[in-house]
């Protein structure tokens, strides 16, 4: 039975959402696993969360120009590969010196080892007291006279 109301010359009807195209879907979805990847070295680096999203975010609109656009991925590819093997080129004092100016924190200096152990005083030579034996609890047999 037909639907009641106006169709377009497409068949569908005026409100109906397009729908996302799976080739489109499947570049987003690989686009976006892929920028992870330098991505991860950045935060091994110390880079805020603001910065890191920002670099995935580049990374993602980067990868899909270079897939969906034809003529211009003629330039934009040698570019992308630079910028995806850059963090892993730098050494980590030179991603850590980035890092800090986009407002990365240092990380906090080890704290020093406090030594706690007692010094030779009275009973510092004396072997340590046998313990008590365990129960493993068991009460002992009451005995009854």
């Known amino acids: 039975m037909p639907s009641a109301g106006p169709r377009l010359a497409t068949g569908r009807a005026p409100?109906?959402?397009p729908d996302m195209s799976p080739a489109l879907l499947?570049?987003?979805?690989?686009?976006?696993?892929?920028?992870?990847l330098p991505v991860r070295r950045l935060h091994q680096a110390g880079w805020?969360?603001?910065a890191l999203f920002t670099a995935w975010a580049v990374y993602v609109a980067l990868i899909v120009m270079g897939v969906d656009?034809?003529?211009?991925?003629r330039y934009l590819l040698p570019v992308l590969v630079v910028l995806y093997a850059l963090p892993y080129a730098?050494?980590?004092?030179?991603?850590?010196?980035a890092g800090?100016?986009?407002?990365?924190?240092?990380?906090?200096?080890?704290?020093?080892?406090?030594?706690?152990?007692?010094?030779?005083?009275?009973?510092?030579?004396?072997?340590?007291?046998?313990?008590?034996?365990?129960?493993h609890g068991r009460k002992p047999p009451v005995e009854y006279r």
């Open 15 to 17: 409100y109906d959402a």
């Open 100 to 135: 800090r100016l986009l407002g990365a924190r240092r990380p906090a200096p080890a704290r020093p080892v406090i030594n706690v152990t007692p010094s030779s005083g009275p009973g510092a030579g004396e072997p340590p007291a046998e313990p008590a034996p365990k129960r």
């Open 90 to 97: 730098a050494g980590q004092a030179r991603l850590e010196r």
């Open 69 to 73: 656009v034809g003529a211009g991925s």
């Open 26 to 36: 499947l570049t987003l979805l690989l686009s976006s696993l892929l920028a992870t």
């Open 48 to 50: 805020t969360s603001g």
